[in-house]
């Protein structure tokens, strides 16, 4: 059975940073992309950055890029975000996902179902 673990999430200051782990297992994930989701309270779940199996591809949302980091460690299979500069607006329930994803530049494989397996999620608050 297929288990995504996040954790890492908390209340930080706006301006603070964080970093969320999130360890998988239950299968072999070559060729398996990672990534982080978040929602925020009443809006839709949204695609946040995505990492490929080898690590050499990465995609940001635009909201994000530049203040936050994804890397993996496949040996451990455990993908992280580093999230600096965070902002009230970063408060969300974060998600950590895999998926077969064969382009992560094309906005279709930013949809939740793109996406096989899903964590738990963690909360993130950012205070003002």
């Known amino acids: 059975q297929v288990q995504l673990v996040e954790s890492g999430g908390g209340l930080v200051q706006a301006g603070g940073s964080l970093r969320l782990s999130c360890a998988a297992s239950?299968?072999?994930?070559?060729?398996?992309?990672m990534g982080w989701f978040r929602q925020a309270p009443g809006k839709e779940r949204e695609f946040v950055v995505g990492?490929?199996?080898?690590?050499?591809?990465?995609y940001y949302a635009d909201s994000v890029k530049g203040r936050f980091t994804i890397s993996r460690d496949n040996a451990k299979n455990t993908v992280y975000l580093h999230m600096n500069s965070l902002k009230p607006e970063d408060t969300a329930v974060y998600y950590c996902?895999?998926?077969?994803?064969?382009?992560?530049?094309?906005?279709?494989?930013?949809?939740?179902?793109?996406?096989?397996?899903w964590g738990q999620g963690t909360q993130v608050t950012v205070s003002s």
């Open positions: 990492i490929s199996w080898s690590g050499f591809s990465t």
């Open positions: 239950g299968r072999t994930f070559s060729n398996y992309a």
């Open positions: 996902a895999v998926g077969l994803i064969l382009d992560l530049k094309d906005p279709r494989q930013h949809a939740t179902d793109s996406w096989r397996y």
